[in-house]
């Protein structure tokens, strides 16, 4: 038996102690005598899963193409960290990281459940079990037979060489795995008709799904950022959505339990939040992995083979069904208690802020679900444009906003007194106006562009940003480990605040350049100064050196966007292209090539012949007799859509033409098509207005052999101001989030007393009951 | 008490009733070509790239192809940047945009090329937009 075999007997072993655990400790909530056993069951599926990722990991490093899975994400040339990332590259290899990270978190899970363990495990375990089953009808280990294994892999995508492919996924789906905690939990609280036990046990991990899920969001959207080229790092995909939607609701969930703990309510919306959180992201996987949505992504998920979809809908069905069916059997004996007292309280400021959360979560939800409802109601397929996400969540981001700067000023147990409230928020109030007003004037002045609604919504950022970053500043001075929610808070408001501006102040420059020729821009003199690897066009890693010259005596710098053909399917050899980014404290300079360039620069590779001429002048190139007989002048006089045409009579082989090579200031130029195949060119930088000359290129030309002097490289730049905000602000949430983690993991235990009697009884319990969590098995330590 | 309550039911109410509004707006149906060509507002498109129909305008910076649809329509669309990626290799093309004139001015492009990274049958879709 070689290693896949062992993968898959290892992936049938696990689906099969998965399932076992899951009836015995179902049986153990009635008798604890089958505990010991639960867990043992449980012990090796986890064994089973992490061998079955090892082995993958194996086949992938020792690059075993006989592994279809292997041959189809990996490559021999590859270095060890890309072969090590092609074991989460593909649908099978990230369903087995999900389970992975699902059977590990549990081991973290069972010690911390005390009474809670039977059920909580029953569900948690049952969850694992869907995941390896997929996996049994999706197998990573799938071989090729021995006639038909390729000599070599076919590599991994280009976009996905980077090294946050060997961070981003196995950070996210840390969070993924940990949404089916809540859940599980959730539905012992129900089950166990307990209202605030569950709260206490659950906290620390839904602190824990919150930061990995968030950081997995953050590094995706770095990701996209640095390397995709289109210059956001958000864009309402499917994908993306089906990862923010869950995360919305957990951070709803994360105070509301907070709110649970303090004021003793909300018990009915925290059992509910726990219990989409999971079903959620289940549903995100059916739509982005089935190809109901594949026409709106650009994430290149392949469908799923129908067994391991069907799985995937089965597992999306029984939970939502069976933890909302449990949520409104039980409803009417969870308890409803008011907690809000009056509209300055912070009481209200939470539950508004969390139903904020929810909506912008449902409004989501709808948004990219529309290609699937607008089937099913209207016949007609339809899709939301990216503006709706703007659209539709903007009131509720303002009124969020407008809460997270109030809330450090508001208390749990006082109505506040409304003069004295006023009085607190006037620092922040005003100094965001102070800001405001500044703005307004610069921009009045440099003329930016003005919107009221952007406007209102970097104040209320400015808001949220300055009143909770004044209760930060005095936290830390008393207790340090309190202040992580309103330093995640101060991050948000920094979030907002860059993605607004850099977006809504985003400056745009375009030029065509060419050997020799420049273009200004943002304060610069651009100039093209070939490759990084010139004799290479085909190497991996080249680059297009672009010098950028200050034309105010600031620093100037080479960019060095990456451009250069993948030929690893030498029939087809793609383009890869991904910015330059040149980083200032205030500003980001996205520099990208048009990709396009390349289909210029392919032509270019073509042996081109040049020929100076003035106007009135015939000249003879190979077999083409050329009279260059005026110019033509389109657009404003030096104005950037000023074009030049050199009228040419061009006599081929006796026949004669008209051809008019066009050039445009600044910015390209327009071939014309020559008799006998080839073009004709001319360069904007090449024509004297004074000597009426142009120097006309021939390019195609049948026998030509000297390379083209002209590379012609279409460069993009745009200035993204404030962009360092948002990279701030994600530090500083997952910094406060780390706190806040920290915090609950250290103190959950301590609060729940443990009944007599109760699991512990059935032995095996390592440690002493409950005085420290067991070193080494906290996420916060 | 009363009072809280009220906010917040009436503060729901109005921002559903805006994203409502917002869905209205900015829902962006699938059409075919003969059904593009009735259309005023915005719609997406599929088609085929007509073969050698790709021409990448470096003076008016603009890309133009031609698509094809499942019922053998043909609609040629103006998609006002130098598209990225590789689009020649284009398979298939989800152009959104709308109608001008006789053209079709695409303000974002889906493109699927076959991805050689995702196995043998699989595609990959790239996005242009401006």
């Not at chain 1, 041959?71 to 090590?84: E, I, M, Q, R, V």
């Not at chain 1, 978190?105 to 089953?133: C, D, K, N």
């Not at chain 1, 089906?242 to 003793?264: A, E, K, Y």
């Not at chain 1, 210029?600 to 590779?605: A, L």
Request: charged letters at 15%; one cysteine or more; aromatic letters at 10%.
């Amino acid at each position: 038996m070689n290693t896949a075999e062992w993968g898959r007997l290892v992936i049938y072993l696990g689906t099969a102690s998965a399932i076992t655990a899951t009836v015995l400790f179902a049986l153990a909530a009635k008798q604890e005598r089958w505990l010991l056993w639960a867990r043992r069951a449980y012990a090796l599926a986890v064994a089973s899963v992490v061998t079955a990722f090892g082995i993958l990991i194996a086949l992938c490093m020792r690059s075993d193409f006989r592994v279809v899975y292997v041959a189809n994400f990996s490559s021999s040339d590859l270095p060890w960290y890309y072969k090590l990332s092609s074991a989460w590259a593909g649908q099978e290899g990230s369903f087995l990281l999900w389970a992975f990270w699902t059977a590990l978190l549990g081991l973290l899970l069972v010690r911390r459940l005390q009474r809670y363990e039977p059920l909580t495990m029953t569900v948690y375990s049952s969850i694992l079990a869907f995941l390896m089953a997929i996996l049994t009808k999706q197998s990573p280990f799938l071989l090729y037979p021995p006639s038909e294994v390729p000599p070599e892999g076919m590599g991994l995508n280009p976009l996905l060489q980077n090294y946050w492919m060997a961070i981003h996924p196995p950070t996210i789906f840390i969070g993924f795995a940990a949404l089916a905690i809540p859940f599980s939990i959730a539905v012992a609280a129900l089950l166990r008709k307990d209202w605030d036990g569950w709260a206490q046990i659950a906290m620390p991990f839904v602190i824990l799904c919150w930061v990995t899920l968030g950081a997995g969001l953050i590094l995706g959207g770095y990701w996209a950022y640095v390397t995709l080229g289109w210059g956001g790092f958000w864009g309402w995909d499917p994908v993306e959505n089906s990862s923010l939607v869950p995360w919305l609701v957990i951070t709803g969930l994360m105070h509301g339990l907070v709110v649970q703990r303090n004021r003793g309510g909300l018990h009915r919306s925290n059992l509910l939040m726990a219990l989409l959180g999971a079903p959620l992201f289940f549903y995100g996987t059916y739509m982005t992995r089935s190809g109901a949505l594949a026409e709106s992504s650009v994430h290149a998920f392949d469908a799923l083979a129908k067994g391991a979809l069907g799985l995937v809908v089965a597992m999306f069905v029984t939970y939502t069904a069976g933890g909302l069916g449990l949520w409104l059997f039980r409803l009417r004996s969870i308890p409803s208690k008011q907690t809000a007292e009056g509209v300055l309280s912070r009481d209200l400021a939470f539950s508004l802020g969390i139903i904020a959360l929810v909506v912008i979560a449902g409004l989501t939800l709808i948004g990219a679900s529309m290609p699937v409802i607008s089937h099913l109601i209207a016949k007609q397929s339809s899709a939301v444009d990216v503006s709706y996400y703007h659209l539709a969540n903007a009131p509720f981001a303002y009124v969020f906003l407008l809460l997270l700067g109030l809330v450090p000023f508001l208390s749990w147990h006082k109505v506040e007194n409304t003069d004295a409230f006023i009085q607190r928020i006037s620092a922040p109030w005003y100094a965001t106006l102070v800001i405001g007003l500044a703005v307004a004037f610069v921009s009045y002045f440099l003329r930016l562009p003005t919107a009221v609604g952007v406007f209102v919504l970097m104040l209320l950022a400015v808001f949220a940003t300055l009143s909770n970053a004044m209760l930060v500043w005095r936290l830390a001075q008393r207790s340090p480990m309190s202040m992580g929610g309103y330093l995640t808070h101060v991050g948000v408001g920094l979030v907002l605040l860059g993605a607004a501006a850099s977006a809504f102040y985003e400056q745009k420059a375009e030029a065509v350049l060419t050997n020799g020729m420049t273009a200004e821009m943002f304060g610069f003199r651009v100039r093209y100064a070939g490759m990084t690897h010139p004799d290479e066009e085909m190497g991996k890693d080249n680059a297009v050196r672009l010098k950028f010259e200050s034309l105010n005596g600031g620093t100037s710098f080479e960019a060095r966007p990456v451009y250069y053909f993948d030929t690893h399917n030498p029939m087809q050899p793609r383009r890869v292209a991904e910015p330059y980014i040149y980083k200032h404290a205030l500003y980001d300079m996205y520099i990208a090539i048009g990709s396009d360039g390349a289909g210029v620069i392919e032509r270019m590779q073509d042996p081109g012949k040049t020929l100076p001429i003035r106007r009135g002048e015939t000249k003879k190139m190979g077999d083409y007799t050329v009279h260059f007989k005026n110019f033509q002048i389109q657009g404003t006089m030096g104005g950037p859509d000023m074009s030049i045409g050199a009228v040419l009579d061009v006599e081929y082989r006796g026949k004669k033409t008209e051809l008019v090579p066009v050039a445009v200031l600044g910015r390209g130029w327009k071939p014309a098509k020559l008799p006998g195949g080839g073009e004709v060119a001319i360069f904007p930088d090449e024509i004297n207005a004074n000597e009426r000359q142009v120097v006309l290129h021939f390019f195609g030309m049948p026998g030509q052999t000297t390379m083209p002097d002209h590379i012609i490289v279409p460069v993009e730049v745009k200035l993204k101001p404030l962009i360092n905000l948002v990279w701030l602000g994600t530090m500083l949430m997952m910094l406060g989030g780390g706190i806040a983690m920290r915090r609950r993991f250290a103190e959950a235990p301590l609060r729940i007393q443990e009944p007599a009697g109760t699991p512990e009884a059935a032995g095996k319990r390592r440690g002493k009951p409950r005085t420290k969590p067991v070193p080494g098995m906290t996420g916060g330590h | 008490m009363k009072k809280a309550y009220l906010i917040a039911i009436g503060f729901i109410a109005l921002g559903l009733l805006m994203a409502g509004r917002a869905m209205i707006q900015t829902i962006v149906p699938y059409v075919s070509v003969a059904q593009a060509r009735q259309s005023h507002g915005k719609v997406q498109v599929k088609g085929q790239l007509v073969p050698g129909s790709l021409e990448m305008d470096h003076v008016q910076m603009q890309t133009r192809f031609i698509i094809q649809d499942a019922q053998g329509d043909r609609l040629p669309v103006v998609h006002p940047k130098l598209a990225q990626g590789n689009v020649e290799q284009a398979t298939e093309i989800v152009a959104i945009g709308r109608m001008e004139g006789d053209a079709f001015v695409a303000e974002k492009i889906l493109y699927k090329c076959p991805s050689k990274y995702q196995g043998k049958q699989m595609q990959e879709y790239q996005e242009s937009s401006q």
